[in-house]
């Protein structure tokens, strides 16, 4: 029988930050060979928690037990070294070394190929079921292999803890499953604690073993998972009931689409190896959803549109002219990306929120068009920051000190002050909570009632349903169907991309 054991106690711990009460007197209890989840909207606390547990943090009152022994850790190394692994929600690998090199970073030398860590590496693989080339570059890979990265490090290093900041925000559905099983078979299999940090409430339900919901800095609810639904979960997260979700089509038709002005058009866009040949019409005012599976080709068409590929095939044409293939022709001509990996792509993390927000369109705060003006980039942030709801303390902050759904609207707000008509938005939920998903999908409502054409790429289909007027559903790089919101469904929609046959004749 697995011997659950308390591992890890937190008893009364706060957090402050000069005036800023962080937390406030947090106790949280975690066990070996199960599954905690933590959940919370995006400032309840939970980034806070999980660095001081991991020992980035020192708590400015309470204590933490380890093993039944209080300890105190001036910093991650010694959190690692006492058995504390946690992996990130912004996946910390070096791009420049392999993947091996990666798994196994914290080992003591300089030597990580050898053949001894090559059989370890091997052994993880068939602990987690999922195979990665050790030899490949972490640089190379997509954002969902790089998380399968930062997995296998946390194994590598033999941690008695791991902590899962977010580790399926972006994967789609079968990798998520590879990830469900590693859990299950390190805490059943191997008595491991996982102290499981997630938004997606279903996940939650489907693979906790008990909950903890922090709201405003304090522990509002501490339950058996198998005592909760995800209604009652919601409503300890955001303090009140939930109201289902309106979409914005109200059940557009196609045709009722068709009466809309034409802004953009695909004409066989495609890459070769990636994307097969996809022709379609988008109009002012529409949301196009885009469904499918990792790999199916969903950011591929995202960044042939963009004219970030420099292997495309095809004509992207905007008001009637034919684009030159290159992101800088795509941002004059008035698209915008907001990618998938919002820090490594979309941001520029070290600089401020003011600076990220006015970098499209520095001419617009810049004397005679050229010398940027700070006070006019700061009016600008502070713009941003009311305009779409950003919890920050002024336009100072870093974005990389912004929890998930702030740092994503600044990714957004950068491009409202640019003549943008077209958006493309990849995963733009991905890795933030409850609420901050409702103030994204709004805004998507409000640019398209601007007059703005928005495609949206999100494995989240019931959001796809909720905010678009029609969905295109992709799988192995190429358009497998088109529906409209008004006559599909969720589950249609995953039978389709999934390859079911049912689906296959559906189509």
């Known amino acids: 029988m697995t011997d659950r054991s308390l591992l890890m106690r937190l008893e009364n711990v706060t957090k402050k930050f000069g005036g800023l009460i962080a937390l406030r007197g947090v106790d949280l209890q975690i066990t070996s060979g199960r599954v905690h989840g933590l959940l919370g909207a995006n400032g309840a606390g939970k980034s806070t928690l999980i660095k001081i547990i991991s020992g980035a943090y020192a708590a400015t009152s309470g204590q933490i037990y380890w093993r039944g022994g209080a300890v105190s850790w001036s910093s991650p190394r010694d959190a690692n070294d006492s058995g504390v692994a946690t992996i990130h929600q912004h996946i910390p690998l070096v791009s420049t070394l392999s993947v091996?090199?990666?798994?196994?970073?914290?080992?003591?030398?300089?030597?990580?190929?050898?053949?001894?860590?090559?059989?370890?590496?091997?052994?993880?693989?068939?602990?987690?079921?999922?195979?990665?080339?050790?030899?490949?570059l972490v640089g190379d890979l997509r954002i969902g292999a790089r998380q399968m990265v930062a997995i296998f490090q946390a194994l590598g290093s033999g941690a008695d803890l791991i902590v899962m900041d977010e580790p399926t925000a972006s994967l789609a559905t079968e990798e998520r499953e590879l990830v469900y099983r590693a859990v299950r078979r390190l805490t059943q299999g191997e008595n491991k604690a996982i102290l499981f940090v997630s938004h997606f409430l279903d996940e939650i339900?489907?693979?906790?073993?008990?909950?903890?919901?922090?709201?405003?800095?304090?522990?509002?609810?501490?339950?058996?998972?198998?005592?909760?639904?995800?209604?009652?979960?919601?409503?300890?997260?955001?303090?009140?009931r939930l109201a289902a979700m309106e979409t914005t089509s109200q059940g557009r038709s196609l045709e009722q689409l068709k009466v809309l002005p034409e802004l953009l058009e695909l004409r066989e866009l495609g890459s070769p190896g990636k994307l097969q040949p996809i022709s379609l019409k988008l109009r002012a005012g529409e949301v196009l959803g885009i469904a499918g599976l990792l790999g199916s080709g969903r950011s591929e068409l995202l960044h042939a549109i963009f004219g970030a590929d420099a292997d495309a095939?095809?004509?992207?044409?905007?008001?009637?002219?034919?684009?030159?293939?290159?992101?800088?022709?795509?941002?004059?001509?008035g698209i915008a990306l907001v990618p998938e990996d919002r820090m490594r792509q979309g941001l520029v993390p070290g600089f401020e929120i003011w600076r990220n927000t006015t970098l499209p369109a520095l001419k617009g705060v810049s004397a005679a068009g050229v010398i940027p003006i700070e006070l006019k980039e700061r009016e600008r942030a502070l713009d941003a920051i009311q305009r779409l709801s950003i919890k920050a303390q002024s336009p100072d902050v870093p974005v990389m000190e912004l929890s998930g759904g702030n740092a994503q609207k600044v990714t957004i707000a950068k491009w409202l002050y640019s003549n943008v008509d077209?958006?493309?938005?990849?995963?733009?939920?991905?890795?933030?909570?409850?609420?901050?998903?409702?103030?994204?999908l709004m805004l998507v409502r409000k640019l398209a009632s601007e007059g703005k054409a928005v495609i949206v790429v999100s494995s989240e289909f019931e959001e796809l349903i909720a905010a678009c007027d029609r969905i295109l559903v992709m799988r192995d790089g190429r358009c497998i169907a088109e529906r409209s919101v008004a006559s599909t469904s969720e589950h249609e929609l995953i039978l389709l991309a999934s390859g079911h046959t049912v689906a296959q004749t559906a189509a």
């Open 205 to 240: 339900i489907a693979l906790t073993d008990e909950v903890t919901v922090l709201r405003d800095g304090q522990a509002v609810l501490r339950a058996e998972t198998k005592d909760l639904d995800e209604s009652k979960i919601a409503e300890a997260i955001v303090g009140r």
């Open 100 to 136: 091996l090199e990666n798994v196994f970073l914290a080992a003591p030398g300089f030597w990580r190929q050898s053949l001894e860590m090559r059989e370890r590496f091997d052994v993880i693989c068939e602990r987690v079921g999922y195979s990665l080339n050790p030899d490949a």
């Open 422 to 440: 077209v958006f493309l938005l990849d995963e733009p939920t991905a890795g933030i909570d409850v609420g901050a998903k409702a103030d994204i």
């Open 313 to 333: 095939t095809g004509d992207v044409v905007l008001r009637g002219k034919t684009l030159r293939r290159s992101t800088s022709a795509a941002v004059k001509a």
